[in-house]
């Protein structure tokens, strides 16, 4: 079954009152860690406080209904803090709510067409090339709250990366100091506070500090509620109220290849963060599932304001280093962050925005990996660092909706190309005579073991014979001429469209010339697309042979017939002369 929510799974096995006490503790951990994350990620992304806290709750709580894991913790994330930014300035909040609509959609179908497995084929490096340039966006986005930049009312700070720099560099005189000086009070507290306590992270005891500083010494901070250089922000945490986004269904086009990046990056984020998990717990997830889940999450979250959701790898460590074991956590999670909302969020206009900044740098950091981008460039095959910088420069200086497609293409082929460099075809008189000899045991079947007749010739195919090395096959058996071809298959796995077409170019010629062609060792796959095809009738069962042994014998006779048929012809034609 393709659907198969955990939280059932787990209410079918039997839920005792230890492992909801172990849930409670871990969900309100959670929900007090997801605070600060949730409002950092929604300032980040360029929409509101309450926006990015109404996705933490609503998304959380769909996430763990229906999630394929036990412990997946489901919330904004710093991964589509780029990508919704992106959105918010050129479709407005309502193109962004269509995007992620759209995205839902493609995730449930993926889910329930059984895609789930198949992002495990898109290429490390493309997946570490795009989530390192998020986050030296994510990191450069912050360069303004971490340093206290201010500008005129009625500038725009530019969206492209080096124009962003420009501009930074322009306004890096109106540094203000205690800015700076929480900013990094903040990423200090993050940094020394595993030293203190592994369970809850950093990120919560910086809001906290950070907060209560500026308010004791009334430092000159921007804060949430209160800005001294840009517009005020009004805070407004309540009840998320449930209204249809007015979206303008004609005008979809422009944010479908968004609503595909939410949905690639969504998956991708969250299989990887129930990978995880699996590996934490000792479990197995549902991949299937959990992209229906995080499909669902992602179809209500617009009704109430929300944005993208997924996964979050960090929330659900979380959850599980503090005793989580069953989506239980989860829920209680979201109820946890709901009520914090609910009963004192008005404090939250306190937060200076410098601490948020220091949070989302520690983000950006932890998400770059550089020390495994840089093994990478250093160690990797050059088509590997090839793909991740492609993708990690076209992220930074582009948008990652061309990164992903261009990364995948370029690591397509190039793997294409390796593929290539495995097929081998040609004569095997010398080349296997020369590998057998090193071990006469390695192949009973080599061919220097049989007497090869005359008029024959034996190509060995080594690999996958598929459209990029069929023309190393063609070339192999150019200008041939001899009566007998056997083709020894027994070292091709598989064969796409392209090789029975060349294979097929190849019957066709030697009908023309005369020749016959034989096959050895055909394997399942390949027999399969032949079959399929009409070639097999075309090449005719009594020229299919097991093995080369079997093979050569009829190759003999074939030879001798057609030397019979021509010798009686040719007395026959000098009979008629006479």
């Given amino acids: 079954m393709v659907f198969q929510p955990q939280l059932l799974t787990v209410l079918r096995e039997g839920y005792t009152l230890r492992q909801f006490f172990n849930d409670l503790i871990a969900g309100i951990i959670v929900g007090v860690v997801a605070l600060p994350l949730a409002i950092a990620f929604g300032l980040a992304s360029g929409v509101s406080v309450e926006q990015g806290l109404y996705t933490a709750i609503i998304a959380g709580f769909i996430i763990s209904i229906f999630s394929g894991s036990r412990v997946q913790i489901g919330g904004p994330t710093g991964a589509f803090i780029v990508i919704v930014y992106g959105i918010v300035q050129t479709q407005g909040i309502q193109g962004l709510w269509a995007a992620t609509i759209l995205a839902g959609i493609f995730l449930v179908i993926m889910g329930f067409s059984g895609m789930g497995s198949l992002i495990k084929y898109i290429p490390y490096p493309v997946t570490l090339g795009f989530t390192s340039g998020i986050a030296v966006i994510i990191a450069t986005s912050q360069i303004p709250e971490l340093f206290g930049f201010y500008w005129d009312e009625g500038v725009n700070m530019p969206s492209e990366f080096v124009s962003k720099l420009f501009f930074f560099y322009k306004y890096s005189g109106t540094i203000n100091l205690w800015t700076t000086a929480i900013a990094a009070l903040s990423i200090f507290i993050i940094l020394i506070s595993p030293r203190i306590t592994a369970r809850v992270p950093g990120s919560l005891f910086a809001v906290l500090v950070c907060t209560l500083v500026v308010m004791l010494f009334r430092l000159p901070v921007d804060t949430i509620g209160q800005t001294l250089n840009h517009a005020p922000t009004e805070l407004k945490l309540g009840l998320p109220k449930f209204s249809i986004p007015e979206i303008d269904w004609s005008k979809i086009s422009p944010i479908f290849s968004a609503a595909v990046t939410i949905a690639i990056l969504g998956a991708i984020e969250s299989l990887l963060s129930a990978v995880v998990a699996d590996g934490m717990t000792d479990t ?144 095997v008189d010398h080349h296997l005579h020369k590998l057998c000899e090193d071990d006469p045991d390695e192949d009973p079947l080599a061919l220097r073991l049989f007497e090869v007749p005359e008029e024959v010739h034996v190509y060995e195919i080594h690999g996958p014979f598929f459209f990029g090395a069929a023309s190393k096959f063609q070339a192999a058996i150019v200008g041939i001429r001899c009566r007998v071809i056997i083709l020894r298959m027994r070292n091709v796995p598989m064969m796409d469209l392209t090789g029975v077409n060349v294979l097929e170019e190849l019957l066709v010629r030697a009908t023309r010339t005369g020749m016959t ?22 090449i005719g069962r009594k020229n299919l042979f097991n093995t080369i042994a079997d093979a050569l014998p009829a190759a003999a006779e074939i030879v001798e017939e057609e030397l019979t048929v021509e010798k009686t012809l040719s007395i026959k034609k000098e009979t008629g002369k006479t």
Avoid at 523 to 530: A, G, K, N, S, T
């Fill in 284 to 427: 197995k997830h549902s991949s299937n599932t959990e992209l229906v889940a995080q499909g669902i999450a992602n179809i209500v979250v617009p009704f109430f304001g929300g944005i993208p959701a997924t996964g979050a790898i960090a929330r659900t460590a979380t959850n599980i280093r503090n005793g989580g074991r069953t989506p239980v956590a989860g829920l209680i999670h979201a109820v946890t962050l709901f009520v914090i909302v609910l009963f004192f969020g008005k404090y939250a206009a306190k937060i200076p925005l410098a601490a948020l900044a220091g949070i989302l740098i520690i983000v950006a950091i932890n998400m770059s990996q550089y020390r495994l981008f840089s093994k990478v460039v250093f160690r990797a095959p050059k088509s590997d660092i090839a793909v991740m910088l492609l993708t990690f420069l076209l992220t930074i200086f582009l948008d990652l909706t061309i990164a992903i497609p261009l990364g995948l293409i370029l690591a397509s082929f190039l793997f294409m190309r390796r593929m290539e460099g495995t097929f081998d075809a040609g004569s």
């Fill in 517 to 538: 062609i034989l096959l050895t060792g055909i394997r399942p796959q390949p027999m399969d697309v032949i079959k399929k095809y009409g070639v097999l009738d075309k």
